[in-house]
């Protein structure tokens, strides 16, 4: 039950479970396991009293706002920053020097003004493997991962012989090659889709499949889930109000674009109703299955549901698997919950480090790209019915090249699933010898060794993990100046992460390499506790922080609900009970 517990607690402490949903699952335990939730809230949180409904003082670590910096904390950013310019002297020359030519979407990201003297890109002078190398002779293990598309390591040698064959070839953009019918074919078997389009990026692709979900239902809205990033395009850019409503996500965006996306809670049981409801209307159901924003939040059982219902209303379902296709199994997350969508949308790794998307499908949906198949010699012909695509570099032989080599790759380390790997181990064995058992195995260790360095020191930090990919998490807490202070020194300490947040192992990091970014991660944040950016906070807990007192039977007796009313409650709730029990329990498994 213990693993379990501490699923609940993290959603609690996350706000994936509303204070009422919260109490009402508290109040349905036994005494012994309430008291196991608590512990496990007690060790999420840093708290050192949990009672319910009490509204006792609790003490708990806290990382230092900006707000509250002090003199000293203002001395130690000083020393910092003079150490750190002398670190990275010609990295920090080239912001002023080349700033105003150079239009970079993401040198603003995550600033602070208390640490702008710090907050600059470094530049890089080569990267090979698991390092990266800067202009200042400094090398660093990466985690970043070249925010997803990494996972080889850097300069694969089968990669860079792959684009160099290409290159020598010289095959035009708008012609085949024997290399695109075998990658089209080795990309559907990886993946169990039928048909795979070749598309420029992972937007490009995210575009093409809710196109191809609304030519193929003529509806017009496309739901998906707020805490999800599906690309640029304004087809799925926007935001959920507290009503409920979908809100332009940006300047330059239009409201009429806005008023076709339906934004839903992730994971939440209401959401499956306003599907069903809206049936009618929807176009297409977009999913990132694992939100790589929000990796904690894994709605198996939801997700199930939702292919249920998308199945039972003839609405196309679409996994948006960017981040986690070919990264934790060949079909990405829909690989490891054994749930299959109707269209797949694919980017990063199988670029191979070039820029790339794919969509692969079930054929009923793909054939509405080029009218699907016909013969010689007879009288078939395509489907009439199509949707318009295009793009000059959709099929650049140098990127499916690198695709190929990289489906290979992939395909070569999956027959090593063999022996001692069972076929139902899900990518996780710790004795298999395939890539996805090894890194995903070698992730969750680092992960568990960290998670229990910052319980035992108290800091309210956890990593979310999923495959090779994690996260740092401050709980409570969103980008503050400890948080920033802290990557800054991972990199002083040989470290390269990534600023926005998603960190990767690749199969070029060795053992030692983990080893020494577990070190970087605490010696950095004992420098941080040493200098004062934690600190003891007692804070007076309300009655309802993590739980609310029962109704007592007088109170119960004042409220005038109806028997249909109570019944619907109960019946909504126990479909939110199961829903999440059933969920937590695969993963407990």
């Not at 990266?132 to 996972?151: L, T």
């Not at 499908?361 to 790209?369: A, C, E, N, R, T």
């Not at 577990?518 to 993590?546: M, N, R």
Request: proline share 3%; hydrophobic share 35%; charged share 25%.
């Amino acid at each position: 039950m213990q693993t379990l517990d501490n699923e609940i607690a993290e959603k609690i402490i996350s706000k994936k479970i509303e204070k009422k949903e919260a109490m009402r699952i508290f109040d349905g335990l036994s005494e012994e396991d309430k008291l196991q939730l608590i512990s496990q809230i007690k060790s999420l949180t840093g708290i050192t009293n949990v009672v319910n409904g009490s509204g006792t003082a609790t003490k708990r670590l806290k990382p230092l706002d900006q707000r509250d910096l002090e003199d000293n904390h203002r001395a130690f950013i000083q020393k910092l920053t003079e150490e750190y310019e002398a670190f990275v002297p010609k990295s920090k020359a080239n912001v002023p020097k080349h700033h105003f030519h150079f239009v970079d979407q993401r040198r603003n990201f995550h600033l602070i003004k208390e640490i702008k003297q710090l907050h600059f890109q470094i530049t890089y002078e080569k990267a090979e493997g698991a390092y990266v190398h800067d202009i200042d002779g400094n090398k660093y293990i990466d985690i970043s991962g070249d925010m997803g598309v990494n996972i080889f390591g850097h300069k694969a040698p089968f990669i860079v012989d792959a684009v160099k064959a290409a290159l020598d070839r010289g095959i035009p953009l708008a012609g085949y090659s024997e290399t695109i019918h075998n990658a089209t074919k080795l990309i559907s078997e990886l993946t169990g889709h039928d048909r795979v389009l070749f598309t420029q990026s992972g937007t490009e692709a995210v575009m093409v499949a809710t196109r191809l979900a609304r030519a193929a239902t003529n509806r017009k809205k496309i739901a998906l889930f707020e805490g999800a990033y599906h690309g640029l395009s304004d087809v799925v850019m926007a935001m959920r109000d507290m009503e409920g409503n979908s809100l332009a996500a940006g300047p330059g965006m239009l409201q009429e674009f806005a008023d076709q996306i339906i934004v839903l809670k992730y994971g939440d049981e209401e959401s499956l109703d306003i599907i069903e409801a809206n049936a009618s209307e929807i176009a297409g159901v977009l999913v990132e299955p694992v939100q790589s924003r929000h990796i904690y939040n894994k709605p198996v059982e939801f997700l199930k549901e939702l292919r249920n219902i998308t199945i039972e209303k003839d609405i196309p379902l679409i996994f948006d698997e960017m981040i986690t296709g070919f990264r934790v199994s060949p079909q990405g997350a829909q690989g490891i919950f054994n749930i299959t969508p109707d269209i797949s949308t694919y980017g990063k790794i199988p670029g191979g480090g070039l820029p790339t998307g794919l969509v692969a499908g079930s054929q009923k949906y793909m054939d509405l790209i080029d009218g699907g198949t016909w013969e010689f010699g007879d009288d078939s012909m395509p489907k009439s019915k199509r949707v318009g695509m295009g793009g000059t570099h959709s099929q650049n032989p140098l990127k499916v090249a690198s695709a190929y080599a990289t489906m290979k790759q992939i395909k070569k380390e999956l027959e090593k699933r063999e022996d001692k790997c069972s076929k139902s181990c899900n990518f996780h064995s710790h004795t298999c010898q395939n890539m996805y058992c090894k890194l995903n195995t070698r992730t969750m260790r680092m992960v568990e060794e960290l998670n229990q360095y910052f319980v035992e020191h108290n800091l309210p930090i956890t990593i979310d993990f999923f495959g090779s990919l994690f996260r740092f998490r401050y709980i409570d807490s969103y980008w503050g100046i400890t948080e920033a202070l802290m990557f800054l020194l991972m990199r002083m300490n040989g470290v390269e992460t990534n600023i926005q947040g998603n960190c990767f192992i690749t199969t070029a990091h060795t053992d030692e390499d983990i080893r020494n970014v577990i070190e970087a991660v605490k010696k950095s944040l004992q420098t941080l506790i040493k200098e004062g950016f934690f600190y003891e906070a007692t804070i007076e807990a309300p009655k309802e922080e993590f739980f609310v007192e029962a109704p007592t039977p007088v109170q119960q007796s004042t409220q005038t609900h109806t028997q249909e009313e109570i019944n619907t409650n109960d019946a909504q709730l126990q479909k939110l009970k199961d829903l999440l029990v059933r969920d937590l329990k695969r993963f407990n498994q």
